[in-house]
């Protein structure tokens, strides 16, 4: 099936706008809903994690130790290769899944990394990128997450630039003082030219 890939840096607004297109009867699968299940309590992830790093990384449920794995990978580069060499695989391998059981006109893929993990572009036939100003950003995770503006731009700084994502993408949309219904009106024109693309 046809499959737009949805991305956009933190906070850019891309879980926002691909609810807009689930709201017009489009299928999501979000690559970071797949990424938690395979690291929750019995996930597929959990026996290679429990090999490779000990059971010291395994939380009493049988999920990940999220907080003990992120103090190891933000530090050691290597020790977060090893970790995406077990979850990237079967992030992947669900995706498909989820993609070849999905029902709608298309299937929009949400990748949060589309621009950074290089292989996510050649696996959807369009890229869509939600784009807004590095300060918008920061305003939005500050408030959501109660996170600081440090802590913000940090994960700001490890993911793509603006630049780089625009450079990927097929269509944009703004996201910058936006409202709802401005947004809701570009989601509609996209989605029928992506009903239209997928017809043909
Ligand atoms: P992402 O999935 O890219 O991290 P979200 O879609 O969760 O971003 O948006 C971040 C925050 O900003 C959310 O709280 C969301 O409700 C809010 N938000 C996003 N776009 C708008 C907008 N156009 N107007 C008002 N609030 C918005």
Redesign the pocket.
């Known amino acids: 099936m046809f499959a737009v890939g949805i991305t956009?840096g933190?906070?850019?607004?891309?879980?926002?706008v691909a609810d807009l297109f689930a709201m017009r009867g489009v299928p999501l699968v979000d690559t970071d809903v797949i990424a938690h299940r395979i690291t929750a309590p019995g996930g597929l992830a959990m026996p290679s994690i429990a090999t490779e790093f000990g059971p010291s990384f395994v939380a009493h449920d049988g999920s990940l130790d999220r907080a003990q794995m992120r103090a190891l990978v933000f530090s050691d580069d290597t020790a977060r290769s090893r970790l995406e060499a077990i979850t990237h695989p079967l992030i992947r391998a669900e995706t498909e899944r989820e993609r070849s059981e999905a029902r709608g006109p298309y299937v929009m893929v949400v990748v949060p990394l589309l621009v950074e993990s290089g292989s996510w572009k050649n696996r959807v036939d369009r890229v869509l990128a939600?784009d807004c100003t590095v300060e918008t950003q920061i305003e939005?995770v500050m408030?959501?997450n109660a996170f600081t503006r440090e802590q913000v731009l940090a994960i700001i700084e490890r993911q793509a630039t603006r630049e780089a994502r625009l450079a990927a993408a097929d269509d944009v949309i703004v996201?910058d003082a936006?409202?709802?219904e401005t947004?809701s009106r570009e989601v509609d024109a996209l989605h029928r030219q992506y009903v239209s693309l997928a017809g043909t």
């Open positions: 956009g933190i906070g850019s607004g891309k879980s926002t939600v939005r408030r959501r996201n936006v409202s709802i947004l």
